[in-house]
């Protein structure tokens, strides 16, 4: 079965800093992987996602993530922290299971951008 | 432009009544998905389906239920069994089969509170 482990549910950095927010992974099989970014009181919008193609994947706004197979992690970074970056992310999974995938979601990392 | 919209986003009830929140796409997806979202617990899935005129349980379907008539609209209905039903609630979609990574498509949500 999958699952996803977000660790740190409240993360603050100061605006200009290096954003890092982490994710591991359990799966039974190649996994495909994304990171949902929610501004309050509105629905997920994919960041970014990893589907076993390059390792490190490229999103919107600047995010990126690395996928590493021997950590079982897929940690999300964004070299330079905007004001416009707090919200809450989420890290998911997903099994390749011939076209029948389901995301299984983790709790959640709330990102404070500190002034 | 094609999308996912829910509707109402705010709904206010009393207790004992029946709500039915609106979710419809334009994406042409055969799968469609509600979640339920509280603070610090991620989204948990009440139904999902994946094709018209069937649906199964998520992991937390006790007093909801759905409709799944048509392939653009997957209605849900909270009764008045379900014992803590003051939530966000997030419909989603996505593609079925072959190319299916497990990405989702998320609407805006809808935030019922029953007082």
């Known amino acids: 079965a999958q699952s996803v482990t977000q660790l740190g549910s409240h993360v603050s950095v100061s605006e200009g800093a290096l954003v890092l927010l982490r994710c591991n992974y359990s799966?039974?099989?190649?996994?495909?992987l994304f990171w949902y970014v929610q501004y309050p009181n509105q629905g997920l919008q994919l960041l970014l996602k990893?589907?076993?193609?390059?390792?490190l994947v490229k999103g919107i706004n600047g995010f990126e993530a690395e996928f590493k197979k021997s950590e079982t992690s897929f940690h999300l970074t964004k070299p330079s922290a905007h004001m416009s970056d707090a919200a809450e992310y989420f890290c998911?999974?997903?099994?390749?299971?011939?076209?029948?995938?389901?995301?299984?979601f983790g709790t959640g990392t709330r990102l404070t951008i500190i002034p | 432009d094609g999308g996912i919209t829910q509707s109402p986003k705010y709904l206010f009830r009393k207790e004992g009544q029946n709500v039915t929140l609106s979710c419809e796409q334009n994406?042409?997806?055969?799968?469609m998905y509600w979640y339920r979202q509280d603070p610090g617990q991620g989204l948990r899935l009440i139904y999902y389906?994946?094709?018209?005129?069937?649906?199964q349980k998520g992991d937390i379907a006790e007093g909801y239920s759905v409709s799944r008539e048509k392939k653009e609209s997957f209605p849900l209905t909270v009764t008045s069994a379900q014992k803590n039903p003051t939530a966000f609630y997030l419909c989603?979609?996505?593609?079925?089969?072959?190319?299916?990574?497990?990405?989702?498509?998320f609407g805006e949500g809808s935030r019922l509170t029953v007082l």
């Open positions: 989603a979609s996505s593609i079925m089969g072959q190319g299916n990574t497990g990405e989702l498509f």
């Open positions: 998911a999974v997903s099994e390749s299971n011939f076209g029948n995938e389901k995301l299984t």
């Open positions: 389906s994946q094709i018209v005129n069937d649906f």
């Open positions: 990893y589907t076993s193609a390059a390792t």
């Open positions: 799966s039974s099989v190649p996994p495909y």
């Open positions: 994406l042409n997806h055969d799968a």
